[in-house]
């Protein structure tokens, strides 16, 4: 492995392997890396990384944007907080009715990959607490209303899809569902309810 610096854009990690049968570059929350052959000279890597600049910049660009920020809307009732503590306590976080609260240090930034890790994780539990709170008794009325029957109801974060229904009529939602708007959700209520 080697570690080069490009301005303007920051730390990249060449990394060689005998798996890699080609260069790739990817940008993540931990940072850049270029994946290449173990054969391929790190000059070759540092010059495709060079020629990529533009690439890295937007996708940084992307990553800034998708970072999560303080007072941003969370689902339909929660906004983000980042709340600085003391270094005798602990950095937690809290989920109220309205709050998702990020406890974090003085010397830590709400962009600092360790603290958008814990407010990801407490965004994760806010959506499925709203998810659970709201959509049920959506799922029941849109049911009676369309002459629908279902054995139950539950929710998960689901990777691939928004929802699910079985053959004995369970209906699983995706807590992602509440970053939909409203209109949206209710199609894939009804297209689960259509399942039974």
Known sequence: MKIIELPDI???KLIK??????????VTS??????MPYWTPYSVGVA????????????????QAALLQPGQKVGKLHHLHFEQISHAQSATSRVTTTKIIIKIYSHESPT???????AKKAV???LKKETEQLLPPRLARLAAQHGFSYRSVSVKQLKRRWGSCDNEHAIILNFFL???PWDLIDYVLLHELTHT
């Open 10 to 12: 920051g730390t990249i």
């Open 17 to 26: 392997s005998t798996r890699n049968r080609s260069m790739r570059l990817s």
């Open 30 to 35: 931990t940072g850049i890396r270029l994946s």
């Open 48 to 63: 495709f990384a060079m020629q990529q600049q533009t690439w890295l910049k937007t996708e940084l660009a992307n990553q």
């Open 112 to 118: 600092d990959a360790s603290v958008q890790l814990r």
């Open 124 to 126: 994760h539990r806010a």
């Open 178 to 180: 509440m970053e939909l």
